[in-house]
């Protein structure tokens, strides 16, 4: 069995707002092909943890290594899937999904390609020509996911992006990422408040404390999948993730 | 963000608007005192100073400030005037269908003709004394505020109406309690235009036909070749017109305070 | 139902237009409350409409010759207003630097309506197409700025955080993400324009022109004919409308994706 790579290393992640400070000295490493579930006690900073990740904040201390070097999201391929909506709205589905690609401007025959290849994986085909405003929220969402993986990133970002989604449509998006995380292999680094989520989904779990956040501890969830959350084994480890954070 | 940061964002600022203008002012200043420029128009000391001779003496038959004054005596008068009636017919218009069947297409003809084309009818129909100029800044406040208004009283949510019926309130109140309220910070919209669109055409009105106010002030100084003149007006209508957009500003804030966005 | 509704606003609004005709009618040529010399009927008014179509007199033109005078200089001024004012605009509100210099002296300029130049233009320039063009030139101008400057300012933060994460450049940030944002704000800029410019068009040639509408309407009131008057009125009011009518229809095609249903 070889061994895994490392994808992401972060060394010391700092960041402060003025005289604020949010993360404190963080230092954690992501293996190549990780579904890595990020928790934590609401407002303990989840969002500035990824914004900071990504360098859409810059960080006051510490580095961040994607492959070895800096994390630089102009050479290197990351994507990001926001809380709430951030499609478009005067694009097309169709041109939505693209977007990334015409960022990073990949030839025309590859970028169609791509384009409905996922279009076709979250089911939205069909939509192609609409525009965000006539679509539903979880619609929009998988819009989102499809601009993701799109691009083929090496490393995908997901702020909470079922959130505001209800049950039965959340189950079948975790289901869907769980599909195309197997498929693609990207390394995926998912923040949620939603603990029963957290376990279904990763192969790790990493634990934050509250402000001045930093990493508590990661678990290694090595459930078989697909997942039954009312296996005791399932039931366990989500207490065990439950305790963590209560006590902080 | 603390204070600190913030601080220095607006002082750099604030540096950049001096340096800004003052370089403005020094090549206007260079400009006529070193070239062709000189002839054409006066430096920008030439110009404060006339505007100080202007406000302790006269320029023609008054100080400058007495030619602001009456200038914005006239669209005091015809801006209050003009937005009653248009904010009233606006609403009215806005949320009773038959008053906007009835006023819409009228409206729909006469607005598009800017209030300064009216000036030579205005004219014939009402002399060349106080009551032309205020009749035309009555049809430029009237236009502005009329369509906006209008749009106001559209965009109440009309949940909120239902809500209000069901809870038994009569039409008058929901008006006058929701349907008005909920209008304002389009009315302040088309009263922020109506109040520059008045003075442009104050000034127009001036400059036609007039033998004081600020309007007449430029236009006298055409006639007699006086460049020092005209841009002393100049910048007494750039300040008078500063102040005004400043008040209207000031008072959206206060009176639309709940509809400013926390950020 | 709805049809039927839709029906009945429509005649209410005929009948209304009418009615305003019959009592202008009633009024002028009916009751005589006041003489045609001074306050001409709908009659009048749309002989001489008729009249003026291939009648160089009393001002030297016909009709269409001076709308197409007024037209032409509205156009250029508006044009060459449009064409610095967006981009200036877009910088300004891109640009920290480009904002922090250009915004002063902006603002300085700003509470000055256009028409106050005319009389600086004219001693500088003197009566003619210069100055008229310069006055609209400097009224579209304003109106393009501040608006392009506000559709800019709308860009949302996560809309650019799109961009960063996929590692866009500044200016694929600016022409993928805050143009197309601000695309509706600068149609409202250019429609706003357009009614200043027109507006400004009729100033300017009030006070300074031979020719064009503005000039045609002066000129009527000198010789006493308010029935000229209003057919130019009525014809300044037109080509307005028209004109905002056509931008209109260019908006709905370009900015579609933000007015879908």
Not at chain 1, 166 to 187: C, P, S, Y
Not at chain 2, 1 to 9: A, C, I, P, V, Y
Not at chain 3, 194 to 210: D, K, N, Y
Not at chain 3, 220 to 237: E, F, H, K, Q
Request: proline share 4%; hydrophobic share 50%.
């Amino acid at each position: 069995m070889s061994e895994k790579k490392t994808k992401v290393k972060v060394n010391h992640l700092t960041k402060k707002f003025g005289d604020l400070l949010v993360l404190n000295d963080m230092s954690f490493d992501v293996e190549d092909g990780d579904l890595l579930c990020v928790v934590g006690p609401t407002g303990c900073g989840k969002t500035t943890f990824l914004n900071s990740l990504t360098k859409i904040y810059d960080i006051t201390d510490g580095e961040i290594l994607l492959n070895g070097e800096q994390v630089d999201p102009k050479k290197q391929n990351i994507a990001y899937i926001f809380q709430g909506d951030s499609t478009m709205p005067w694009l097309t589905v169709e041109e939505n999904v693209r977007f990334g690609l015409d960022i990073k401007k990949i030839p025309e025959a590859r970028k169609k390609e791509q384009v409905d290849k996922y279009l076709e994986i979250v089911g939205l085909s069909k939509y192609r020509k609409y525009y965000p405003k006539q679509l539903s929220a979880s619609m929009l969402q998988r819009v989102s996911i499809a601009r993701a993986f799109a691009t083929e990133p090496e490393l995908l970002l997901m702020d909470e992006p079922y959130g505001q989604l209800d049950i039965e449509l959340r189950f079948k998006l975790e289901d869907e990422l769980v599909k195309l995380w197997q498929m693609t292999g990207t390394t995926v680094l998912f923040i949620t408040h939603n603990i029963e989520e957290a376990v279904y989904l990763g192969n790790k779990i990493m634990v934050l404390t509250n402000k001045p956040t930093t990493v508590k501890k990661t678990l290694i969830n090595e459930l078989p999948r697909p997942r039954d959350i009312a296996a005791p084994e399932f039931v366990k480890l989500r207490n065990e993730v439950t305790e963590l954070i209560k006590w902080w | 963000m603390t204070n600190g940061k913030k601080l220095s964002e607006k002082s750099i600022g604030a540096v950049c608007a001096v340096v800004s203008i003052g370089a403005f002012i020094i090549l206007w200043y260079w400009g006529t005192q070193a070239t062709q420029l000189g002839l054409l128009i006066p430096g920008p000391f030439d110009v404060l100073k006339a505007v100080g001779t202007g406000i302790v003496g006269k320029v023609g038959r008054h100080s400058i400030l007495a030619h602001a004054g009456y200038s914005l005596l006239r669209v005091m008068i015809g801006f209050i005037i003009g937005s009653l009636v248009g904010v009233v017919l606006g609403l009215l218009m806005g949320w009773y269908r038959i008053a906007e069947a009835i006023f819409n297409p009228l409206f729909r003809i006469i607005r598009p003709i800017p209030p300064i084309a009216w000036i030579p009818i205005s004219i014939i129909w009402f002399g060349l004394g106080e009551d032309a100029k205020i009749f035309l800044i009555f049809l430029a406040s009237f236009s502005n505020t009329t369509l906006n208004s209008m749009a106001g009283a559209r965009s109440v949510d009309p949940e909120i109406v239902n809500a209000a019926r069901m809870l038994g309130a009569s039409e008058r109140k929901i008006f006058t309690t929701i349907v008005l309220p909920a209008s304002v910070p389009n009315i302040f919209a088309g009263l922020q235009v109506a109040i520059s669109s008045s003075w442009a055409t104050v000034l127009a009105a001036e400059m036609v036909r007039s033998s004081e106010g600020l309007g007449w002030m430029i236009v006298a100084g055409m006639n007699n070749n006086d460049m020092i003149q005209i841009l002393s007006g100049i910048v007494m209508i750039g300040v008078v017109g500063y102040i005004l957009a400043i008040i209207m500003r000031r008072a959206e804030d206060v009176l639309c305070r709940w509809n400013k966005s926390g950020k | 139902m709805k049809q039927k509704n839709k029906m009945k606003y429509f005649c209410i609004s005929v009948v209304s237009v009418c009615t305003v005709i019959l009592i202008w009618f009633l009024c002028i040529n009916v009751f005589h409350m006041k003489s045609e010399t001074v306050f001409p009927g709908p009659v009048k008014v749309f002989n001489t409409f008729l009249d003026k179509l291939h009648t160089k007199a009393p001002d030297g033109a016909t009709l269409q010759a001076h709308l197409w005078s007024s037209i032409k200089v509205a156009l250029l001024g508006y044009a060459l207003g449009a064409l610095v004012g967006v981009p200036l605009g877009i910088a300004m509100a891109w640009n920290k630097w480009v904002d922090r210099f250009v915004r002063p002296l902006f603002d300085l300029v700003r509470p000055i309506p256009g028409l106050a130049w005319i009389p600086m233009f004219i001693l500088l320039f003197g009566i003619g197409i210069t100055s008229k063009a310069l006055v609209i030139f400097l009224g579209a101008l304003i109106a393009c700025i501040v608006n392009s400057y506000t559709g800019i300012r709308q860009t949302k933060e996560t809309h650019l955080w799109v961009g960063d994460v996929f590692g866009a450049s500044d200016s694929q940030k600016l022409f993928k993400i805050a143009i197309p944002t601000a695309l509706p704000m600068i149609f409202t800029g250019l429609r706003v324009a357009l009614g200043t410019s027109w507006t400004a068009l009729v100033a300017a040639e009030l006070l300074a022109s031979t020719k064009g509408l503005g000039y045609m309407i002066q000129q009527a009131r000198a010789i006493s004919r308010p029935d000229i008057i209003i057919v130019g009125m009525l014809a300044i009011g037109a080509v307005g409308a028209i004109f905002d009518a056509l931008l209109h229809l260019v908006e709905i095609h370009v900015a579609k994706g933000m007015n879908a249903k």
